[in-house]
C-alpha cells in the first residue's frame, strides 16, 4: 500500500515539481482567481517598537462557494400598446414578411435547364439569379462587396437613428413581433399571462400552452419553412410537399428552418439579442452625441411619483417597462438590450395624454440634447417651466456630420466600384487548365505533345462558335480533340463548356527552345480576340 506512494514523492523531483511545490502553485492560482481568501494573522506584538523580522505568516481561510456563473432567464410579458412606433412596427412586418413570402413566387425566364424564378439560389449550378442580375462563383467580389454595403449602411443608419434596424427590420425582431402577437391573441394580454403562468398547470393551462405552440409551429412551418423555395421552384415544390412527394433532403431543410424559427422567435426571443448578437455590442461604437436614440427625459420626468406639483412628470407607473420586449427599464438609462424600437414611447405617450401632459417624456432624442435639457433645467422645480426650459435648450438633430458624411461616402464609392465592377465584368471567359499527369509526351517521331482542357464560362443566354489561336515564340500544332481542319470551340449558352486541345513541338524546334509561354485565344467572326488565357508549353530534355 506504501508503494505508490513513495513512488510518487521520489518521481516529482525528477520531474521538477514536487507535491508541495503544486499545491503552493494551486493556492497561488486560486488566490489570484479570487476563490479562495487569504487573511493574514494577528500582527505579532512589537520587540522594542520594531517589527520581528521574517515574512509575514499568511493563512489559509475556508474557500467559499464559487458565484454561479448562470443566471435563469427572468421571463418577459410584453404587454399590448399602440401608437404611432407600433403602427410603424406593424407596416415594417407587413412589407418585410410580404416581401418574403412572394420573391421567390415572381416567375422569369431562366432557359430550359432551371427553374423560371427571379430570385433563385442554384446551389447545383453554383449560381444566384437576382432578377436580370446573375452572380456566378467568379463574380464572388460581387457577393463581398455587397456585404459590405450591407455593413455599412447598417454604420451610417446607426449613427444616425440608432438601433432602427435592431428595432424593426431585423429578422429575429419581425419573427418575436410575430410570436407575441399569437401569444397575446390565444393567451390573453400581459396581466392574464402571468396570472396563469403563476397559477395551477391545470386542464386550462394545457389547452392554452398547447394551442400557442401549434400555431407558433404552424407559423415557424409558414415562414421560416418557406426558405426553401428560394432554393427550388416554389410551385412544383409546394405541391410536392403537400403531396409528400418532395425529395427526404427538402423536408429536412423544412424542418430544420422550421425548428430554428421556432425556438429563436418564440422560445429564445430577447435572449438572442442580448447574447447571442454581436451586434449590441459594437454598435455603441457607431452611436455619438447626435446620433438619435430611445431616451428618457429624466430632466423632465424625476423625481417620480404622484402626479402633483412636487413630482416630474414620471407617475411610476411603469407602463413603459410593462410593454417592452426585452423587459428593461428605460429610465435606467442607455442599455445593451434596448433595441430602439420605440415602443416604451408608445406606452408613455398614452400616460401624458391620460395626465393631459405633454407628449416626449420618453423620445427619441440626442444624448446632446439630452445633457443641453439636463443643464438648461439643473435646479429647476418640476413644472411646465421647466418642461418648458427643458426643450427649448434642444437643439434640431443634425443628420449631416463628420461620422454620417464618412459612412456616407464610403458606403457610396464601394457603390460605385461595384457597380462598375458589375456592369464591365466579362460575359465570356477562358481559362486552360493544363494536364499534369504526365505533364508531357514525347511521341514516336520525337516530337512532344502537351494536352489542355480549355473552359469557356459563356454568361450570355446564346451559343457561339469561335476561332482559337495560340500564340507562342514555339513552332506548335494546334488541334482540338475529335475535330479536323482549323481548331474551333463552340460554347454553351449560360455554362462552361470544355474542350481537350493539344499542342505539339516538332522533333528539333529552331534555336533548341523547348520551353514557353503560350496564349489561347479565342477569335470572333470579325478576327477580334474575345477571351484569352495563359499558360506554359513542356517540352522535356533532349
Ligand atoms: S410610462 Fe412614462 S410615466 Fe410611466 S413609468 Fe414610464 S416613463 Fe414614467
Ligand atoms: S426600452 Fe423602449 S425602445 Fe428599448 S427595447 Fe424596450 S420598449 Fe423598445
Known amino acids: 500500500m506504501s508503494r505508490p506512494r513513495t513512488r510518487a514523492r521520489t518521481a516529482a523531483p525528477e520531474a521538477g515539481l514536487t507535491a508541495g511545490m503544486a499545491a503552493r502553485a494551486l493556492r497561488r492560482g486560486l488566490r489570484h482567481a479570487g476563490l479562495i481568501q487569504v487573511k493574514a494573522p494577528p500582527a505579532l506584538p512589537a520587540q522594542n517598537g520594531r517589527r520581528p523580522h521574517g515574512p509575514e505568516p499568511r493563512q489559509i481561510m475556508s ?144 389547452r392554452l400552452k398547447i394551442a400557442k405552440h401549434a400555431a407558433w ?44 424559427t421556432y425556438v429563436l422567435g418564440g422560445i429564445a426571443r430577447e435572449q438572442v439579442c442580448t447574447y447571442m448578437c454581436p451586434w449590441p455590442r459594437f454598435q455603441a461604437a457607431m452611436l455619438d452625441k447626435d446620433s438619435l436614440v430611445v431616451t428618457y427625459r429624466d430632466w423632465r420626468g424625476e423625481p417620480r411619483g404622484k402626479p402633483d406639483a412636487a413630482h416630474g412628470d414620471c407617475v411610476d407607473c411603469k407602463a413603459c417597462v410593462h410593454v417592452c420586449p426585452t423587459g428593461i427599464d428605460i429610465r435606467d438609462g442607455q442599455q445593451l438590450e434596448c433595441i430602439g424600437c420605440g415602443l416604451c414611447i408608445d406606452a408613455c405617450d398614452d400616460v401624458m395624454a391620460k395626465l393631459h401632459r405633454p407628449k416626449g417624456l420618453i423620445a427619441f432624442e440626442t444624448l446632446g440634447n439630452l445633457a443641453a435639457s439636463q ?28 461620422r454620417t458624411f464618412v459612412y456616407a461616402g464610403v458606403l457610396s464609392a464601394v457603390a460605385v466600384v461595384m457597380l462598375a465592377a458589375f456592369l464591365l465584368r466579362e460575359t465570356l471567359s477562358l481559362t486552360a487548365i493544363q494536364e499534369r499527369a504526365p505533364l508531357y509526351v514525347t511521341l514516336s517521331d520525337g516530337s512532344v505533345r502537351n494536352a489542355y482542357t480549355l473552359r469557356i464560362a459563356n454568361k450570355s443566354h446564346t451559343a457561339e462558335e469561335f476561332r482559337l489561336a495560340v500564340e507562342s515564340r514555339l513552332p506548335l500544332a494546334v488541334a482540338v480533340q475529335g475535330q479536323e481542319g482549323p481548331p474551333r470551340l463552340v460554347s454553351r449558352p449560360d455554362g462552361l463548356s470544355d474542350a481537350r486541345v493539344f499542342l505539339t513541338l516538332p522533333p528539333d524546334p529552331p534555336g533548341g527552345r523547348r520551353d514557353g509561354e503560350v496564349t489561347f485565344r479565342l477569335l470572333d467572326a470579325s478576327g477580334r480576340t474575345v477571351a484569352s488565357a495563359h499558360a506554359q508549353f513542356h517540352g522535356g530534355r533532349r
Not at 427590420?169 to 391573441?185: G, H, K, N, S, Y
Not at 412551418?221 to 416554389?234: I, P, R
Not at 403537400?242 to 425548428?259: H, M
Not at 438648461?376 to 421647466?386: F, I, K, N, S, V
Request: charged letters at 20%.
Open 63 to 206: 474557500q467559499p462557494a464559487s458565484p454561479s456563473l448562470y443566471a435563469a432567464r427572468e421571463p418577459v410579458f410584453p404587454r399590448r400598446v399602440s401608437g404611432r412606433f407600433r403602427r410603424l412596427k406593424w407596416a415594417v412586418m407587413a412589407v418585410t414578411l410580404g416581401i418574403y413570402h412572394v420573391l421567390p413566387w415572381i416567375r422569369w425566364d431562366r432557359g430550359p435547364d432551371r427553374p423560371d424564378q427571379a430570385v433563385l439560389v442554384d446551389l447545383a449550378g453554383r449560381r444566384f439569379f437576382f432578377f436580370w442580375i446573375e452572380i456566378w462563383p467568379q463574380d464572388f467580389h460581387v457577393v463581398a462587396g455587397l456585404l459590405v454595403m450591407a455593413g455599412l449602411g447598417l454604420f451610417l443608419f446607426t449613427a444616425a437613428l440608432g438601433r432602427v434596424w435592431c428595432g424593426y427590420a431585423c429578422p429575429q425582431t419581425v419573427w418575436t413581433d410575430l410570436f407575441m402577437w399569437i401569444e397575446r391573441r390565444i393567451e390573453g394580454d400581459r396581466n392574464a399571462r402571468m396570472k396563469r403562468d403563476a397559477g395551477p398547470h391545470d386542464a386550462a393551462w394545457w
Open 375 to 402: 443643464a438648461a433645467t439643473r435646479g429647476m422645480p418640476p413644472g411646465e417651466a421647466r418642461t418648458a426650459a427643458g426643450m427649448a435648450a434642444r437643439k434640431a438633430p443634425r443628420f449631416l456630420r463628420p
Open 217 to 260: 409551429l404552424l407559423i415557424a412551418l409558414a415562414t421560416g419553412g418557406a426558405w426553401v423555395f428560394y432554393f427550388t421552384d416554389a410551385p412544383s415544390t409546394l405541391v410536392a410537399l403537400l403531396t409528400f412527394r418532395a425529395e427526404p433532403g427538402v423536408y429536412f431543410f423544412v424542418g430544420l428552418f422550421t425548428a430554428t
